[in-house]
């Protein structure tokens, strides 16, 4: 593991190496151009907890990793893990065991910030809602 970044006093990893099936894969935290598929699925897992259809103790989301793994579908996982892994369906299919999924998810949830990301969009989400409130009432 390379330099670790120090956030709120906790040691948050700059890449993580997991080994599935023969293959060593690094994990590291995606470039802008990578993460718009990621940020998309984040966007409506926020506004899917918000409105009370999903569960999620987002002061805690680090802790729902095998909830969140159950919530998205499996093609978007697959989506997140090409994108952030570099991986494709057919080597999933064929090496990705149920714990090594919850190691990988773990790590690019870990490694790119995930659960901080989360809670920045919900508290975003709470104040662009009154602000819309009054825009849409300034439109008549």
């Known amino acids: 593991m390379s330099e670790e970044n120090r956030v709120d006093d906790v040691l948050i990893p700059d890449e993580v190496e997991i080994t599935i099936g023969d293959e060593d894969v690094l994990i590291t935290e995606l470039p802008r151009k990578k993460y718009k598929k990621l940020m998309k699925v984040l966007g409506k897992?926020?506004?899917?907890?918000?409105?009370?259809?999903?569960d999620f103790d987002l002061e805690n989301i680090e802790n729902e990793i095998e909830g969140l793994l159950l919530y998205l579908s499996d093609d978007v996982l697959l989506e997140i893990y090409e994108v952030a892994a570099g991986l494709d369906k057919e080597f999933l299919d064929?090496?990705?065991?149920?714990?090594?999924?919850?190691?990988?998810?773990?790590?690019?949830?870990k490694v790119n910030r995930v659960g901080e990301i989360v809670k920045n969009l919900q508290s975003l989400a709470g104040v662009m809602k009154p602000v819309m409130g009054v825009v849409k009432n300034l439109r008549g």
């Open 94 to 109: 064929d090496n990705l065991t149920l714990s090594k999924e919850i190691e990988l998810f773990s790590a690019i949830f």
């Open 45 to 54: 897992m926020v506004k899917d907890i918000d409105s009370g259809n999903l």
